[in-house]
């Protein structure tokens, strides 16, 4: 399995918008993220869904400043 096919798993939350959110991260960036993005987003992964919802919905920002840069450009994606 290549690793972009386990991050998509891995993308597969449960919660609908939180499947669409990463999905959309991985389709759109992730392929012309720099090492450091990608290792970020595999360790965003790790986190627990209510966070991540905490996180992605702008309610909250993420205690990693690496991960900020992937929640802004999710946040953000319909406007850039």
């Known amino acids: 399995m290549s690793e972009e096919a386990r991050l998509r798993w891995r993308c597969r939350r449960g919660m609908r918008e939180l499947d ?9 960036r992730y392929g012309s993220a720099d090492d450091a993005q990608k290792a970020a987003f595999s360790t965003l992964l790790e986190q627990q869904d209510p966070d991540l919802w905490i996180w992605l919905s702008g309610r ?3 205690p990693e400043p690496r991960w900020k840069r992937i929640v802004d ?8």
């Open 20 to 28: 669409q959110l990463l999905g959309w991260y991985l389709d759109a």
């Open 60 to 62: 909250d920002a993420p």
């Open 73 to 80: 450009e999710i946040r953000t994606r319909d406007r850039v």
